[in-house]
């Protein structure tokens, strides 16, 4: 490692864990990835896996260490409770909760939570990638980070006014996969973004009626019927749901200019298509990247606040 | 065995083997179940198959047989291609096929399917409760099969104007045990008719612009955020998927009577009462007896046309 190590910074979701050492300009001196997820540790094996990838880096021993995702859950490695909607992205480091380990000063940030009445949700690890888009110029504005769970977020000047959560990727999954659609859609055969059952399917979920229960069978009908092949059927399953997730967000929060994709590679490619088919601009951001600068964002607040 | 055997009418779905031995007014002389369904056989092991349970009830070597069900579909013991919409019931047995079996008349009845652009869809096992339905004097009417595969279907005169097919039961058991939010609906929790919260899932999705993939994760939400139980996930998760069904159901056949739920249980209790929050008054028949009607239907007009 050369330069001055500033902090580490560690994105520590469900599945992955990601770790980045910076300069006290967020320059990158060294980074490690691994599927430590949080998913797959008892509480008690938090600290001694965060240290074997610092000292894997060679990390100094007084480095700060900042954390966000779901390392902070209540099943993670110590509970940062949720920061309320309307929620200042820039002072989310404030409501950090520092797990007792050896001495190390960690900081876990914590996760976003809307009480609204009939749009209660929660989101812990998304908030860091908004504050990054924030710290690399975009404050305001509707933001999609598609995924197994998508989140939809509303910035205005730095604040998360409201979220929605998804549920359109683990649905695809489970639907492709265990219902009886995987008799329809083949295991290696993927949704492409330009098939015309795909927009065939974002269009039909976006009619004033759509109900995405009472269709989806119709995608096996289609295969018994000699209608569709298995990429036909696995581009209209896609496209009904990224089509029914995109139709229900364009109401929620009426887009007035372009939508920001958080997320890049083939899914972000089937929400741009679907947005470009409702007539709306997608402009990708890279996630790794802004939950990164984040994360810089919030150490570099906590040494001025300390 | 007393009385004088008239047919072996046979129910052979995907998990299920159900065998009734009648007499030629349709009265039951003998009947056995078991789980010998079409999903766990090969091709060549259902003649033996239901020569055995035929055996057990120590049925005449002459016997005629007749079934209904997924022993018909592609992958069953032989196809009975489709019949299409408009399709009348009483019209079934004309297109039963005889699969090879060891000199005894076997008739397997066929489904029914759907071609209309938009709303392809098919049925096999149903249409002979439909059928069986007729028998019963209820010939015409909306008609609800709740299960895995909900069913509905619009009867005219004896005729399926139209059906469609929702994959509620499916989805709530995908989602209730597979996705993120079987950690807030527990395992050994049924979803409850008269609990409020199915009432209020139930609402929610009869609202105009109701999406269930956007609302499914505030179910998971709430159990964080400490607004809801186990019981209450349960319920309105169930409230949401069958409110989803019944609203676009209420909306594709403007129902103007009753409508005809087939199946009794905890299930038809659900459906019961979602349709009753909508307004409209179910009347419950059981699926089993329909079946055994709708299969002596059959089995009689096969002998008058032979």
Redo the contacts between chains.
């Keep these: 490692m050369t330069g001055s190590p500033f902090a580490a910074l560690v994105d520590w979701g469900t599945s992955n864990f990601r770790l980045w050492i910076v300069d006290a300009g967020g320059g990158v001196l060294a980074e490690r990835q691994s599927d430590d997820g949080m998913g797959r540790l008892e509480r008690d094996r938090f600290g001694a896996v965060l240290e074997g990838h610092l000292q894997a880096l060679s990390a100094p021993a007084d480095l700060r260490v900042v954390i966000a995702g779901m390392a902070g859950a209540?099943s993670g490695w110590l509970e940062a409770a949720?920061v309320e909607t309307p929620a200042p992205l820039e002072g989310l480091f404030r409501h950090a909760v520092t797990p007792e380990h050896s001495g190390r000063r960690v900081f876990i940030l914590p996760g976003v939570?809307?009480?609204t009445a009939?749009?209660?949700?929660?989101m812990r690890g998304e908030e860091t990638q908004l504050a990054g888009a924030i710290e690399s110029g975009v404050a305001s504005g509707l933001f999609c980070l598609p995924g197994t769970?998508s989140k939809w977020a509303e910035l205005d000047a730095g604040m998360v006014r409201g979220f929605?959560?998804?549920?359109?990727g683990?649905?695809f999954q489970?639907?492709s996969r265990?219902?009886?659609l995987r008799l329809s859609v083949p295991e290696d055969v993927r949704a492409e973004a330009d098939h015309p059952s795909f927009a065939a399917g974002v269009s039909?979920a976006a009619e004033?009626?759509f109900?995405?229960?009472?269709r989806?069978?119709?995608i096996?009908?289609?295969g018994?019927?000699g209608?569709a092949d298995g990429a036909a059927a696995a581009a209209r399953l896609s496209g009904l749901?990224i089509g029914?997730?995109v139709?229900?967000?364009r109401?929620?929060y009426s887009p007035a200019g372009d939508v920001h994709i958080i997320g890049t590679g083939a899914l972000a490619s089937l929400y741009t298509r679907a947005l470009a088919l409702s007539g709306i601009r997608a402009v990708a951001l890279d996630g790794g990247e802004l939950v990164r600068k984040g994360l810089f964002a919030a150490a570099r607040s906590l040494v001025s606040a300390s």
């Excluded at 009939?118 to 929660?122: F, H, I, N, R, S």
């Excluded at 929605?164 to 359109?168: E, Q």
């Excluded at 109900?211 to 009472?214: D, F, K, M, N, V």
């Design positions: 209540r949720y939570c809307q009480r009939g749009a209660e949700d929660v769970h929605t959560t998804a549920m359109t683990e649905l489970l639907l265990q219902s009886i039909e004033p009626h109900s995405l229960t009472t989806l069978f119709s096996r009908a289609e018994l019927l209608a749901l029914a997730e139709a229900a967000m109401r929620r």
